[in-house]
């Protein structure tokens, strides 16, 4: 892979607060997905790498050139903030046309390129329409148009799907894998894996500041599976379910409680007990209220593989 993104022995503190941790990465082009539970330190990694913050330690490089300071490389930077950040009383089209005119592009240059970018993000019909109007999807859309308007080689995209419906999750997927398909440099960050699986097969996990893996789906799912599960079963006879798995061995321990009425199983072979559980129910004729599986969570993974 030709490194296009390289950050080295990268650390930020704001005063006493540690954001990032001695971080070193190397990003090519295609999508790479950035995973880590809320606080990880994404969104200061994401404003280091586009020179929004400069360094404690540590220097960040695009095509070998440094990034803090360094206006030449802005233009080839396309920055989509988690956080809305919209004058409500601007239309889409004075939105994108406006922040296109401080990159310096004349106003028939910067028409062009926001009529451009509002058709690849389906805003095009609603242009003319004041942003307080905007749905929250369309909001989202909004960003990616002036993300790509000036043409950037390199996308960074801080939380994209955060908050989103089903439908309007599909279409922001599509067009991350549509600068992708372009040829361009995507780091694109989300604390669900799902999402970054949807959208790559390369992941990095972040997690208090400091990259706590990286590599591709199969070595990280191979991470996330290998830590001991929980499964929580509330019915009419907990005890009774517990006494016909105890002696399982993929059970490796069990706990009642808080609730009354609940049992909660520790496995390291969740496939097994999912199957398990079924029959057994049915045979002791055990009233099943809910199955939650309650560490099934990106914070949990993390806590597992840092050894908290």
């Known amino acids: ?112 390129k926001a009529e451009r970018a509002l058709h690849f993000v389906e805003l095009f019909k609603d242009k003319d329409r004041p942003l307080r109007g905007y749905s929250r999807g369309m909001r989202q859309r909004l960003k990616f148009a002036q993300t790509v308007a000036h043409e950037p080689g390199i996308i960074i995209l801080d939380e994209p799907l955060n908050g989103l419906d089903p439908l309007s999750k599909r279409k922001v997927i599509r067009l991350i894998k549509d600068f992708r398909d372009a040829g361009k440099t995507v780091l694109v960050s989300s604390h669900v894996l799902p999402e970054i699986e949807a959208l790559t097969r390369s992941i990095v996990l972040l997690h208090q500041g400091k990259i706590l893996a990286q590599g591709d789906i199969p070595y990280i799912r191979d991470l996330i599976d290998k830590h001991p599960h929980k499964i929580s079963v509330k019915g009419s006879d907990p005890r009774a ?68």
């Open 1 to 112: 892979m030709t490194a296009v993104i390289r950050a080295e022995k990268l650390s930020k503190w704001y005063g006493n607060v540690l954001g990032l941790s001695d971080v070193s990465l190397e990003i090519g082009p295609g999508i790479t997905g950035l995973l880590g539970p809320n606080g990880a330190g994404k969104s200061t990694l994401m404003k280091l790498l586009t020179g929004q913050l400069k360094p404690s330690i540590g220097r960040v490089t695009i095509h070998g050139a440094d990034v803090w300071n360094n206006m030449a490389l802005f233009a080839d930077i396309g920055f989509c903030p988690e956080q809305d950040a919209f004058y409500d009383e601007l239309t889409g089209w004075e939105f994108v046309t406006r922040l296109l005119s401080l990159y310096g592009f004349s106003r028939t240059d910067a028409a062009s």
């Open 241 to 308: 379910l517990a006494a016909s798995l105890v002696a399982q061995a993929a059970v490796q321990n069990i706990q009642f409680g808080p609730e009354p009425g609940t049992v909660v199983f520790e496995t390291g072979d969740r496939d097994v007990l999912f199957g398990l559980l079924p029959r057994l129910i049915v045979e002791q004729g055990i009233d099943i209220e809910e199955i939650t599986s309650p560490d099934d969570n990106l914070q949990a993974v993390f806590d597992y593989l840092v050894g908290t």
